[in-house]
């Protein structure tokens, strides 16, 4: 699966994004929970929920809240990335499950 990085003023990698043309949000929930130490905390239960949510899976990694949202729930592409934004060396890991997906 190919990422699209976003990076900060000092050029690290601080979240990214997925197409979504290529994976729904339960796949994405799926992925996640795959990654060793990762807990799902939050993810879409409800059938046609992408009309209600643009913030449909949130995670814990070693102590970390990560968010994936979709924006304006219309967008072609998924955010990844902790909550607040901003680097974390744990956002490696989940991007590597991303690119193995």
């Known amino acids: 699966m190919k990422v699209y990085d976003l990076h900060d003023s000092e050029g690290r990698v601080y979240a990214f994004e997925i197409e ?30 992408w009309f209600r949510e643009d913030t449909f899976c949130e995670f814990d990694l070693d102590g970390v809240r990560f968010e994936v949202w979709e924006p304006f729930g219309d967008n072609s592409r998924y955010w990844i990335g902790p909550e607040p934004p901003q680097w974390v060396p744990q956002l490696e890991i989940v991007r590597q499950a991303f690119l193995r997906y």
């Open 20 to 49: 979504n043309l290529v994976i729904g949000r339960r796949s994405v929930c799926r992925v996640v929970s795959g990654i060793p130490g990762a807990s799902v905390v939050r993810q879409p239960v409800r059938f046609l929920s």
